[in-house]
Structures are given as structure tokens and as C-alpha cells.
């Protein structure tokens, strides 16, 4: 079989459909072979020549195996899935790993390099946040900059669990806190799942409503709120950024112009989860029958906490003045 510059997937799938193997050259007769293996057992995989001084590729994931063998006298480096169910998306990653060494000349493990980092990049690009995703993070790192004065920015970073997506936004120590932050007159707050507002069994769960509105000259964006938390851990507990910025990651930054300035609107509004907060949890589905409520999986509702009274006896890390970082 002559050199092909790409194998395609109805080419290939045909292949694996019929059972039969194949080899197919990707290189010209004058550079390192790059062949795309269809194998009889109906898997794929594509062979990359190693030079004399050229080292096998390192896989960073356990999916994506990169193995050497001898093929016909030359040493080469073999990358094949050990997930079956994904061929069709890992053809196009082969194909990409090939284009590299054969239009770019780059060596295997430059071109398998770039094209996992290419594809983690697109995967992992954050999302653009929303406005209600942009203010709640400012309520946290609000929360977050009490809980440093009480406890310490370690300590505080460290029982942030927002954004691991977990129940509660911080775990401290003996207590649990959820934050909820709102641009609107009312306190009015959105609740997502059962257990956002379940306490932990033997943990109090505490609630911070807290209502921002447009700050104009006077206010700060999170791009603001973020620096001036960074800024602040690197001078206070700098062994401490690292996580910091992990966290921040995770959440997905704004990129680019962020001009949206907040300030706090009222005194925040400190209670305690108990019987008579307006929460729901699973015990709500009480009165349907056991085969129906299991049916129920989650539930997303909003809760009005204007006129209630703060609830007496705060940890002090809540007693202290709030303010955006």
C-alpha cells in the first residue's frame, strides 16, 4: 500500500467492520514511518519510528497507551487506547499526532506531546461565568476573607470546598457555611439539590445571605476581588498560593474585560440551618410512595430569607464586618 498523507475513518472503519488488518504507510519512502494499524481484533493504533536518540512518548493518561516495539527491524513507539467504546474519537487524535511528524517534523514525542496538550487545552478552556456565577464567587471570597481573619489564609483556603462542587462552600472547623449572594432587592436565593442546605450529621451548617447591587466608581469587579485576595495570601501565607490558585482554576476565571462593579447593598444576614429554615431535603418526599420519590433524583427551588432575624451566637469568624476582598 502506497503512503497516504491521512488515513480516513470510513476508510478504517470499513476495515475494522470487516475483520481484516491493515497496514497503512502515512510517511513518504524517504522519512521516518508513521503507519496507522488497523488490527484484526478490531482495534487501531498508530506506529511512530524512533530515531537512534529519540525517547518513547510518555502517556499522561491511562487511557492512551505508548508502548515500543520492533516492527520489520526499526524500533517504534505504538499508541493505541485501552478504551474501545472511544476508537472513533481516538482516530482523530492519531490523526493529529501523524500531521505532526509528517507535515511539521516534529519527532514522536514533540508531535504526541503537543497534540495531548492541544486537546487538554480545548477541553479544559473555562466557561465564561455568569453574572449569578460571577457574584456568588465574590460572596465566597467575602466569606473566605472573614474566615482568614479568624482562622488564618491556610486554614481558611483550605476549608474552601466550593469549588470542588461539594455541599457546602466551606467546611471550618466544628462548623459547615453556604453562601449565598444575590443582586436583587429581596433576599431572594436559588437552591440547587437536596443536600445544599442539609447540615452534615454532628455539623451545624450556617447560612450568609448577602445582597450586592451595581457599585458604580465605589464598587469592584472580580477580576478586583481576585487580585487583592491573591495579593494578600502571597504576603500572608504564601505557601498557601499554590492551592489558591488551583482552586481559582477550577472555577474558570473571566477572560478579558471584566467591568461588572459590585458592593454590598445591606449587612449581611447570618443564620443558622435548623427546623424553621425554609430548606428542603429528602425527608420533603415523605408522603410519596418508596417507588415514586426514588424517582426523584434532585430538585432546584428558591428560598425568600427577607424580614428573618439573624440567628444569635454566630462563629466568630461570621460576627466580624463583612466586606468585598
Known sequence: MTADSRASWSEVEAYLASGRGVCIPLAGPQSPRVDYVVSDDHDIALHLQLGPRQRLP????????????????????RLRTTRRTLLRDFHDLLCGVADRVTDGGRTPEQAFGET???????????????????IGLMGELTVLGNLARAHGWGSAIESWKGPFGEEHDFGAD?????????????????VHGFDQLTPTPGCPLWVVSIQVTRGGAEGRTLTECVAAVRAEVADRAPAALDRLDHLLNRIGLPRGEDDERWRIRSAPLVLLVGDRFPSLDRSALGSLPHEVAARIKDINYHIDLTGMQPSPDPPPALRDRFALA
Open 116 to 134: 495531548v496538550r492541544a486537546w487538554r487545552a480545548l477541553l479544559e478552556r473555562p466557561r465564561e461565568l455568569t453574572t449569578e456565577r460571577r
Open 58 to 77: 510518555k502517556s499522561p493518561h491511562p487511557l492512551i497507551r505508548v508502548e515500543e516495539v520492533a516492527h520489520e527491524g526499526l524500533r517504534m513507539a
Open 174 to 190: 466544628g462548623y459547615d457555611v453556604e453562601v449565598k449572594t444575590t443582586a436583587s432587592e429581596e433576599r431572594l436565593h436559588s
